[in-house]
């Protein structure tokens, strides 16, 4: 069974930057696309960025210039580089697989805080 754990929120000034980790076991990490997503209170769970086994990625319009995703499949994790953060960024931060993501009732970590306030 998957097993994701999240790292790295915190409370930032709008302009500053995060790094998230997200720690994947249980499944061959270096084979899948992963993604990171982002629930802010009162709205639906949404996908942020997502990178492929291959290392291709792929943004959100909001976050484009301003994230970056990456992996080292050497330690299975997962990384997002926050920069320029705004306000609107305030929300919970996932990972998951791209594909697991969509199964209704699949295992979620408890995701990593992320507020961007003055």
């Known amino acids: 069974q998957v097993h994701l754990v999240e790292s790295g929120g915190d409370l930032v000034q709008p302009g500053g930057s995060l790094r998230l980790s997200c720690v994947v076991s249980?499944?061959?990490?270096?084979?899948?696309?992963m993604g990171w997503y982002r629930q802010a209170p009162g709205k639906q769970r949404e996908l942020v960025a997502t990178?492929?086994?291959?290392?291709?990625?792929h943004y959100e319009d909001s976050v484009k210039g301003r994230f970056t995703i990456s992996r080292d499949s050497a330690k299975n994790t997962v990384y997002l580089q926050m920069d320029s953060l705004k306000p609107e960024d305030t929300a919970v931060y996932f990972c998951?697989?791209?594909?697991?993501?969509?199964?209704?009732?699949?295992?979620w970590g408890q995701g990593t805080q992320v507020t961007v306030s003055s």
């Open positions: 998951n697989d791209i594909i697991r993501a969509i199964i209704p009732g699949a295992s």
């Open positions: 990178i492929s086994r291959d290392g291709l990625t």
């Open positions: 249980g499944i061959d990490f270096s084979t899948y696309t």
